[in-house]
């Protein structure tokens, strides 16, 4: 009887261990390469082989940011054999001796591992390693937040393409040279929708010789959580993996797994509630020596079109009508990026803590910067997984980016552009950059008007043959500074030339440099080949693009206030409020002490000042004295 007692419960041990941590019919066949059971069955494909490492090997590696004396740092590791211990321990370097720090629960779904350091010193390097066992180990570097250097370089990427499954060496090895200070990952880090743990591992093993001396951004897209698209609308539960009525086709579980492993370690949300489903968020802010990123979600919120809008394309998301009215799916009622990340938004445009310029990181681009789709012979007049609709909210968003002085990096669309977003005409928006693929091979894209020609105030001496003013399949307004088209029509010819350094697909990364001395931005587009010996000349034409910071505000001047002069403080924040309205028209950080507001209209306008935010002036303390000539303020001491 004890014999048996004892084989009911081996029997039952293996049946749960056998069972998926996602539940339901959907959840049935995900994570099969990194499940507690796969140590029962035969390896078959290149994932499951993929994820049997040496024991010594199965810290694959880790993700950290570090901001306001917090540091938080997620360690992924490849999945765990039965009696494995399913801790990892993290150490600091001080003094030349490793010193344990703190110990972590390996959490699965996901074999992720998190940990949350406080109080941290930002101010030293600090080398670290994530241990587990006896010899398995992956060590990097804290950096020291950067607030000394006067440009901020960051590395922007997206869409690492599964139909290459080979190392990112020729992108790795640039970007070391280059040595960013930061890393931005704007999704699709996976493509292989039902085996994310797997193929995230992967990733890792492709960057984590450049990921693990530096803080990083990881967003997931679409893809990341296994489907074509994605319109979260507040966590509903989605009709199909296409995504397009809105909401997660895969179970909860699987997409709370899918951020915990891929968000963790960003500073915390600013408003955690989670959404339905009990699916979190993880919108919030980064600043990194003098840079102030919002990292948004465009998916988490946005309004799914089947069933909304009429369908004018094969598919609900696809337009191809050439008489459809634009108007007709800018409804009320619709979302792009919800109630709570738009008064995100509007508060983090207003808190210039610790920045000197402000950028918005986010998955996709706020307008349809392309053509045609998959292949040239796939031409669309309007995409709506873009950000472009719904356009009313498009209209918004961009809006609390000009209030900021704030430009867009983005990925996503598998084309590299550079635009200039026009709000109520064309260039009076921020600039937007959104990065190439990683690897171009998975769904190319084209920019190619269909009149092929230029347009209005085309960029001059540009290689580029259709740069200028042109309306998007939405009708909203956009610039084309520049955009790097693959040579090939075809995406089945694409994928046989991937590995061809000589073949032009489009691919490769781009690289920001913020000059928070000069308020210069400065755009680089680079291909996943480039000589970066032959310096500028090896980026894909058109780049780099600059601009200065206020050039993110267009709208024509129509004239300026009395000059703002503060007497005791340099470089203060100025708002500028229409007082007919309350409408604010921007908050900026000057240089200096002295500045002329510019307005864009007649009437009264009330001016803000203080150190870091412009509630200060209502803080008690402030002394000014206005002329017609002069508004002279005295700050309240610190």
Not at 285 to 293: E, P, S
Request: net charge neutral; with cysteine; hydrophobic share 35%.
């Amino acid at each position: 009887m004890k014999n048996v007692s004892a084989l009911l419960l081996l029997v039952m041990g293996w049946a749960m261990a056998a069972e998926s941590p996602f539940p339901g019919p959907r959840g049935e066949k995900l994570d099969l390469a990194a499940r507690e059971d796969m140590w029962d069955k035969p390896a078959k494909g290149f994932l499951a082989e993929f994820t049997r490492v040496p024991r010594d090997q199965v810290v694959g590696f880790a993700l950290y940011t570090q901001q306001d004396g917090v540091l938080k740092l997620t360690a992924q590791l490849y999945p765990l054999k039965p009696g494995e211990p399913r801790e990892v321990r993290l150490e600091f370097q001080r003094d030349g001796a490793w010193r344990e720090a703190a110990r972590a629960p390996v959490l699965y779904p996901g074999w992720s591992a998190h940990f949350r350091i406080a109080p941290w010193d930002g101010t030293k390097n600090v080398p670290y390693r994530v241990r587990h066992g006896e010899s398995a180990m992956f060590e990097g570097l804290i950096r020291r937040d950067p607030s000394d250097k006067a440009v901020i370089v960051v590395g922007s990427l997206s869409c690492d393409s599964n139909k290459d499954r080979g190392d990112r060496a020729e992108t790795v090895e640039k970007l070391k040279r280059q040595n960013p200070d930061l890393l931005f990952f704007a999704g699709d880090q996976s493509y292989d929708h039902q085996e994310h743990t797997a193929a995230w591992l992967l990733w890792g093993r492709h960057f984590r010789e450049i990921i693990k001396d530096r803080p990083v951004v990881t967003i997931p897209d679409d893809h990341d959580i296994g489907q074509g698209n994605v319109w979260g609308e507040g966590g509903i539960v989605a009709d199909s993996s296409a995504g397009d009525s809105g909401g997660y086709f895969y179970p909860a579980e699987y997409i709370r797994m899918v951020d915990q492993c891929q968000t963790w370690h960003l500073p915390d949300p600013v408003d955690p509630k989670p959404i339905s489903q009990g699916i979190n968020v993880y919108f919030t802010r980064l600043r990194v020596g003098g840079v102030d990123f919002a990292l948004i979600e465009d998916r988490k919120f946005k309004s799914g079109p089947k069933g909304k809008i009429p369908q004018m394309g094969p598919r609900p998301d696809h337009i191809r009508d050439p008489n459809y009215d634009p108007k007709s799916i800018d409804l009320p009622g619709l979302q792009l990026l919800g109630e709570r990340q738009m008064v995100f938004l509007r508060q983090w445009g207003q808190d210039w803590t610790g920045a000197r310029m402000k950028a918005v990181l986010s998955q996709t681009a706020f307008c349809g910067a392309v053509h045609m789709h998959g292949s040239k012979n796939n031409r669309l007049l309007a995409d709506l997984d873009c950000n472009g609709w719904p356009q009313t909210q498009r209209k918004l968003a961009l809006m609390e980016l000009r209030r900021a002085l704030a430009c867009h990096l983005c990925g996503d669309q598998h084309l590299s552009v550079v635009v200039k977003h026009g709000i109520d005409a064309f260039r009076d928006g921020p600039f937007a950059f959104t990065n190439p693929a990683i690897v171009n091979s998975y769904y190319g894209r084209w920019w190619e008007p269909a009149d092929a020609k230029a347009g209005p105030n085309s960029v001059p001496g540009s290689p580029l043959a259709w740069t200028g003013d042109y309306l998007d399949g939405f009708h909203n307004r956009i610039t084309m500074i520049a955009y790097a088209n693959p040579t090939f029509a075809d995406i089945k010819v694409m994928a046989e030339k991937q590995r061809d350094p000589k073949a032009e697909l489009g691919d490769g990364y781009g690289l920001i440099c913020f000059n928070t001395q000069t308020g210069e931005t400065t755009f680089e587009c680079w291909p996943r080949y480039a000589d970066l010996s032959k310096g500028d000349a090896a980026q894909y034409p058109g780049w780099p693009v600059k601009f200065r910071m206020e050039e993110n505000d267009g709208r024509p001047v129509a004239g300026h206030l009395p000059e703002l002069v503060v007497e005791n403080a340099t470089d203060p924040v100025v708002q500028v409020v229409a007082e007919k309205d309350g409408d604010i028209l921007y908050t900026r950080r000057i240089r200096g002490q002295r500045f002329c507001p510019p307005v864009y209209a007649g009437g009264a306008y009330t001016v803000k000042v203080g150190r870091d935010r412009p509630d200060l002036w209502k803080a008690g303390g402030l002394r000014a004295v206005s002329s017609d000539r002069e508004l002279r303020v005295t700050l309240p001491k610190k």
